[in-house]
């Protein structure tokens, strides 16, 4: 079997590894733009079966500080942002009281970007599945 070459001079989105067998690497995107669109059509883990919206961020995407979760709960699937349920305002007030907007100064996302059933723990093949896309995150936002 030949390797895919991923990381031309572009990547061609048609051929981004829909199967979590094959992994995301660095490079894979040019923005958070194509890495949100893929997100919300991905079914590299069985997550993307059960999900209202892919949940990948929120936030200004140039800030210097990056909050990851471990994933969405069911606020978040409904709007598709994460940390807006019960814990994102517990995290809102924590950050407002340092002087931190979570809307200016922060960037926020997930470390899974589909809400598990019934709300449990990702497994861990889901984290495996998503781990590309957070890497991605990371190196594109390229916080502190």
């Known amino acids: 079997m030949s390797q895919i070459d991923l990381f031309g001079p572009t990547a061609d ?54 909050v990851i979760g471990e994933g969405p709960g069911e606020h978040e699937d ?18 407002a009281a340092v002087k931190f907007d979570s809307n200016q100064d922060i960037y926020i996302c997930n470390v899974v970007k589909c809400r598990p059933p019934e709300n449990r723990e990702p497994l861990p093949a889901e984290v495996s599945a998503c781990m590309g896309y957070l890497r991605e995150q990371i190196r594109l936002v390229d916080p502190w």
């Open 78 to 95: 409904q709007t598709g942002l994460p940390f807006v349920g019960k814990s994102g305002q517990l995290l809102d007030k924590i950050l």
């Open 13 to 66: 989105p048609a051929r981004i590894p829909k199967t979590a067998t094959v992994p995301i690497l660095p490079g894979t995107y040019d923005g958070l733009d194509a890495l949100k669109a893929d997100c919300s059509v991905c079914y590299r883990c069985d997550l993307g079966q059960h999900r209202t919206h892919a949940v990948v961020e929120r936030g200004q995407r140039t800030a210097r500080i990056m």
